[in-house]
């Protein structure tokens, strides 16, 4: 009986310093890992945006799809930005960030989080720009924030009314890139929730 | 053992990647570039050194019969604050990509056997270098592993274009080129040790991983 209350005691004591630390870390953190949250997503949501974007400000959601407004300095709203899912992914849940003109047209298409294959799947969904180490090495790297995908780059100047894969000339189409065709309808379907969802806004 | 040699002996002569062969998880899931694998190399240093030296400082108050549990509760913490600290300051890629792999590190065997084989029978500072050279010595690991996979797979160095018109070869940045990598990492490692056998004139012999260095089931 001893030993069972010895040993009770001197594990629920390593617990409890335990978990006394924890939330010293966590009351420490909270504020910075919030603004670091906050901050990725502002970042992103500007490579979607127009240039002249001074603030973004969320705006409501529809259908599970958020949307962000985006002003200029002088306040006025002048696109916003809509986050699409898609669980069609090869890996599962895919989100991709679409920014929108005020007359509904795609200004610009990137996928946050993914979970597709490396150098299959992600040739749909990354914008990585390859640098060269000599160049850096030389200094004459320069440094590219939004580099070009030609999948997720067929999206865009076009209007947010859907779309679907193909290479006929009936409707909207995008070609889809050989190797990489399931990641290809994730990134199209997360684009067609956000033309649905926009679609809604629009009706009322 | 002087406290250089306790630090050394996990980089080189007792990798816990190459020679113990011990955290093969999060070796083959990681390495698949350079950068990836030095991330998750130095958060697990960080995790390593921690436990080591808490582990060693209550080794005589925890008794014998729940040790397990209360190393892995220690183990737990850090690794939980690592991953609260990695949320808040660490870029926003990094955490993204070493994200799910942050949790993994409380079940690493590294961290739990360093613990039992180590920390609970050594002093505070010993047990930390131990668990410095055994963090060191599994990022380099991991580090040269991520490499070579990388430059084999689209000829880049972390994220930089080393050989324009790389012919990509994909199969190295999967899992099956983590196995491929490793396994001659491992022959070329036992290749070393033999020539150096022979040099010294002795038969080679596989290192010991025998019960004198590990005390998990003779207490």
Same mark, same amino acid.
């Given at each position: 009986?001893?030993?069972?209350?010895?040993?009770?005691?001197?594990?629920?004591?390593?617990?409890?310093?335990?978990?006394?630390?924890?939330?010293?870390?966590?009351?420490?953190?909270?504020?910075?890992?919030? *603004?670091?949250?906050?901050?990725?997503?502002?970042?992103?949501?500007?490579?979607?945006?127009?240039? *002249?974007?001074?603030?973004?400000?969320?705006?409501?959601?529809?259908?599970?799809?958020?949307?962000?407004?985006?002003?200029?300095?002088?306040?006025?709203?002048?696109?916003?930005?809509?986050?699409?899912?898609?669980?069609?992914?090869?890996?599962?849940?895919?989100?991709?960030?679409?920014?929108?003109?005020?007359?509904?047209?795609?200004?610009?298409?990137?996928?946050?989080?993914?979970?597709?294959?490396?150098?299959?799947?992600?040739?749909?969904?990354?914008?990585?720009?390859?640098?060269?180490?000599?160049?850096?090495?030389?200094?004459?790297?320069?440094?590219?924030?939004?580099?070009?995908?030609?999948?997720?780059?067929?999206?865009?100047?076009?209007?947010?009314?859907?779309?679907?894969?193909?290479?006929?000339?009936?409707?909207?189409?995008?070609?889809?890139?050989?190797?990489?065709?399931?990641?290809?309808?994730?990134?199209?379907?997360?684009?067609?929730?956000?033309?649905?969802?926009?679609?809604?806004? *629009?009706?009322? | 053992?002087?406290?250089?040699?306790?630090?050394?002996?996990?980089?080189?002569?007792? @990798?816990?990647?190459?020679?113990?062969?011990?955290?093969?998880?999060?070796?083959?899931?990681?390495?698949?570039?350079?950068?990836?694998?030095?991330?998750?190399?130095?958060?697990?240093?960080?995790?390593?050194?921690?436990?080591?030296?808490?582990?060693?400082?209550?080794? !005589?108050?925890?008794?014998?019969?729940?040790?397990?549990?209360?190393?892995?509760?220690?183990?737990?913490?850090?690794?939980?604050?690592?991953?609260?600290?990695?949320?808040?300051?660490?870029?926003?890629?990094?955490?993204?990509?070493?994200?799910?792999?942050?949790?993994?590190?409380?079940?690493?065997?590294?961290?739990?056997?360093?613990?039992?084989?180590?920390?609970?029978?050594?002093?505070?500072?010993?047990?930390?270098?131990?668990?410095?050279?055994?963090?060191?010595?599994?990022?380099?690991?991991?580090?040269?592993?991520?490499?070579?996979?990388?430059?084999?797979?689209?000829?880049?160095?972390?994220?930089?274009?080393?050989?324009?018109?790389?012919?990509?070869?994909?199969?190295? !940045?999967?899992?099956?080129?983590?196995?491929?990598?490793?396994?001659?990492?491992?022959?070329?490692?036992?290749?070393?040790?033999?020539?150096?056998?022979?040099?010294?004139? !002795?038969?080679?012999?596989?290192?010991?991983?025998?019960?004198?260095?590990? @005390?998990?089931?003779?207490?």
């Amino acid at each position: 009986m001893k030993e069972i209350l010895r040993l009770t005691l001197s594990i629920g004591l390593v617990c409890l310093i335990g978990g006394a630390a924890l939330a010293y870390v966590n009351v420490k953190t909270d504020g910075p890992r919030q *603004e670091a949250a906050a901050k990725t997503l502002v970042d992103s949501l500007k490579l979607v945006l127009p240039p *002249e974007t001074a603030s973004t400000t969320k705006a409501a959601s529809v259908d599970g799809v958020d949307f962000y407004d985006a002003q200029d300095s002088a306040g006025r709203t002048i696109a916003r930005a809509a986050v699409g899912s898609s669980s069609l992914g090869f890996g599962g849940e895919m989100k991709v960030l679409v920014g929108l003109s005020p007359d509904n047209r795609i200004l610009g298409v990137m996928v946050t989080e993914h979970n597709e294959t490396p150098g299959l799947g992600t040739k749909a969904t990354n914008r990585k720009a390859q640098k060269s180490l000599w160049d850096v090495l030389a200094g004459k790297a320069t440094e590219d924030a939004f580099p070009p995908n030609a999948y997720l780059d067929s999206f865009t100047d076009r209007p947010a009314t859907g779309f679907s894969l193909g290479s006929d000339s009936q409707g909207q189409t995008v070609q889809a890139i050989s190797g990489a065709t399931t990641s290809c309808k994730a990134v199209l379907d997360a684009v067609n929730a956000v033309c649905r969802a926009v679609h809604t806004t *629009e009706g009322r | 053992m002087s406290y250089f040699q306790e630090f050394w002996k996990g980089i080189w002569k007792e @990798n816990p990647v190459l020679v113990l062969m011990l955290g093969m998880c999060p070796t083959l899931a990681v390495s698949s570039s350079a950068k990836n694998a030095l991330g998750m190399g130095l958060a697990t240093t960080f995790v390593l050194v921690g436990s080591n030296m808490v582990i060693s400082m209550v080794r !005589k108050v925890v008794p014998d019969k729940v040790r397990i549990p209360c190393y892995i509760v220690i183990i737990a913490v850090f690794v939980t604050i690592v991953e609260m600290l990695m949320a808040a300051y660490a870029p926003a890629e990094l955490n993204r990509t070493l994200g799910i792999y942050i949790p993994l590190i409380v079940v690493n065997c590294i961290v739990l056997g360093r613990a039992e084989a180590f920390a609970s029978k050594n002093g505070v500072i010993a047990s930390g270098l131990d668990g410095l050279g055994m963090g060191f010595g599994f990022t380099l690991a991991l580090m040269a592993l991520g490499a070579v996979r990388e430059f084999l797979a689209e000829g880049t160095l972390f994220e930089l274009q080393v050989i324009p018109g790389w012919e990509p070869f994909m199969l190295m !940045k999967l899992p099956p080129g983590a196995f491929i990598v490793l396994g001659f990492f491992l022959a070329g490692m036992n290749l070393l040790k033999i020539r150096q056998a022979r040099r010294e004139g !002795k038969k080679y012999t596989p290192p010991e991983i025998d019960c004198s260095r590990c @005390n998990i089931c003779n207490r």
